[in-house]
């Protein structure tokens, strides 16, 4: 099946700082990709849609100037969290969807385990 | 506003035991549902269901459709300590970008 990376799987930041996580889709181009947030004992919930070469479609509530997506080319897509504060805390998973294919074949990175100092 | 319900939010079984997930929906423009298996990190897919009354099998585990009563049920036969999992199922309304949008997920603990 189609693999999706993510990466860095854990990272450590001190608050204020920004950090970068990457998505990439490795054996195939995604048009579409998303990013989703869990909280411990919580369920996925979507951020934002990101779409190759336009901007990102955020979710209600989720800050687009905190939570910078860039969707540069058919494999990857980057999030940036800008000025972390420890409640960004939290687990962030991106997923690609095959360009074309059925909703079910959405694969999901492995995710990225945020802790804000 | 569109929504999803999974029941129960915890359940504890022993090895061998059966069990039956719940899930239940509220969604303008229903398109599909899916069900996924998130252990220690991403999920991984299970299922996907469009049409009512079709059940579909993968060994122990099944899941069916009820469009009539807005709801799918995940069954697990037999189960086994490595089971042990969050379930969760999400919809997909129709709509250009098709994402998911999760339920709250079932913590599953199978004790041996």
């Known amino acids: 099946g189609a693999v999706v990376s993510q990466h860095p799987s854990r990272v450590i930041c001190k608050s204020g700082t920004s950090v970068k996580i990457e998505c990439r889709s490795l054996?195939?181009?995604?048009?579409?990709m998303f990013w989703y947030r869990q909280f411990p004992k919580q369920s996925l919930m979507l951020m934002a849609t990101?779409?190759?070469?336009?901007?990102?479609?955020?979710e209600q509530g989720v800050e687009k100037d905190k939570f910078l997506i860039n969707h540069a080319s058919l494999t990857l897509s980057t999030l940036t969290v800008t000025s972390a504060h420890p409640e960004d805390s939290s687990f962030y998973i991106c997923?690609?969807?095959?360009?074309?294919?059925?909703?079910?074949?959405?694969?999901f990175g492995e995710g990225s385990r945020l802790t804000v100092l | 506003e569109d929504k999803v319900v999974q029941s129960p939010l915890s359940l504890v079984v022993h090895e061998g035991d059966t069990v039956t997930l719940n899930c239940s929906y509220e969604?303008?423009?229903?398109?599909?549902l899916l069900w996924y298996k998130q252990e220690k990190k991403a999920p991984t897919f299970l299922f996907m269901l469009?049409?009512?009354?079709i059940e579909k099998k993968s060994g122990r585990l099944s899941s069916i459709l009820d469009k009539k009563e807005l709801s799918s049920i995940l069954n697990i036969t037999a189960t086994q300590t490595g089971d042990s999992a969050i379930y969760l199922c999400?919809?997909?309304?129709?709509?250009?970008?098709?994402?998911?949008?999760f339920g709250s997920g079932t913590q599953l603990t199978v004790l041996p």
């Open positions: 997923s690609a969807r095959v360009s074309g294919a059925l909703a079910g074949e959405l694969f």
């Open positions: 054996d195939f181009q995604a048009t579409t």
């Open positions: 990101s779409n190759e070469g336009s901007k990102a479609t955020y």
């Open positions: 969604v303008t423009n229903f398109r599909s």
């Open positions: 469009t049409s009512s009354g």
């Open positions: 999400a919809y997909i309304s129709s709509g250009s970008a098709r994402q998911l949008t």
